[in-house]
């Protein structure tokens, strides 16, 4: 029997931050002076996910889905574990990161390219593509620094969908912007999937959009795997606990 090719390993994985929380004034500008409290936002988490999977992650706000996605990444260095994604390509698609403020959407598409490993020409010969996909107009020339949470993300989908990776990672972005996009963006993302090379790890609070598009599931909680398995299967069992929770 043929051994299932892997896009992504993770073993182990911890990810801390410290608080800076005291501060000095000195010559040169602000300067962190206390250690602070080291908070563990990811506490030795371990799974593997197939070339073509589709993974879900849920899991409450402060449970380390996006700092685990952060580190998948590339963004976050790990305190201990290690990452491997098997010399594939990646890309994360989350509200705030990944865009220089200061620069248009234009240019930061640019940008976003090169750091995807792409030439200049191949950027060039998709960007109509990505602008139109994006809806944003002359926005597209305006700085990223005066986009709206829903403006962002557009642009940022729209990289993302068009500029191909063999990882995508999505960090709740299916779920910002206008209804029309939102709809757009959910079948885009159904057509980019449906390729069986592409892996995608997909961060939602949205019970449905993991059920219908996951082949698997984790829960974290606290920075650990509470659970994993069947999307239905721990999408209610996620939902009963969030009930009680509240």
């Not at 990810?15 to 002076?33: C, E, H, I, P, T």
């Not at 899991?59 to 260095?77: D, Q, V």
């Not at 290690?82 to 234009?106: D, E, R």
Request: charged share 25%.
């Amino acid at each position: 029997m043929k051994k299932e090719e892997m896009a992504i390993t993770v073993k182990d994985l911890h990810v801390y931050y410290r608080d800076m929380n005291r501060f000095s004034l000195k010559k040169g500008g602000l300067k962190a002076r206390g250690t602070g409290k080291i908070f563990k936002a990811v506490k030795g988490v371990s799974f593997e996910v197939p070339k073509g999977q589709i993974l879900g992650i849920c899991g409450k706000n402060g449970s380390g889905k996006s700092t685990l996605l952060r580190a998948i990444s590339g963004i976050f260095s790990p305190d201990s574990g290690s990452i491997n994604l098997h010399g594939n390509s990646i890309s994360l698609l989350s509200i705030g990161v990944g865009f220089q403020k200061q620069l248009t959407g234009y240019e930061n598409i640019f940008l976003s390219g090169m750091l995807l490993g792409y030439s200049k020409e191949q950027i060039e010969a998709k960007i109509d593509d990505i602008i139109e996909f994006s809806e944003l107009g002359d926005f597209i020339y305006r700085p990223v620094r005066s986009y709206s949470s829903g403006m962002h993300s557009k642009l940022a989908f729209s990289i993302t969908a068009i500029l191909e990776t063999d990882i995508m990672l999505i960090d709740e972005v299916l779920s910002v912007g206008d209804i029309h996009f939102k709809e757009k963006s959910y079948n885009k993302m159904k057509e980019l999937i449906s390729n069986d090379d592409r892996t995608v790890v997909i961060v939602s609070h949205n019970s449905n959009t993991i059920k219908e598009l996951c082949n698997k599931v984790i829960w974290l909680h606290e920075g650990l795997i509470k659970a994993q398995g069947d999307p239905k299967d721990i999408m209610d069992k996620y939902e009963t606990f969030m009930r009680n929770e509240g």
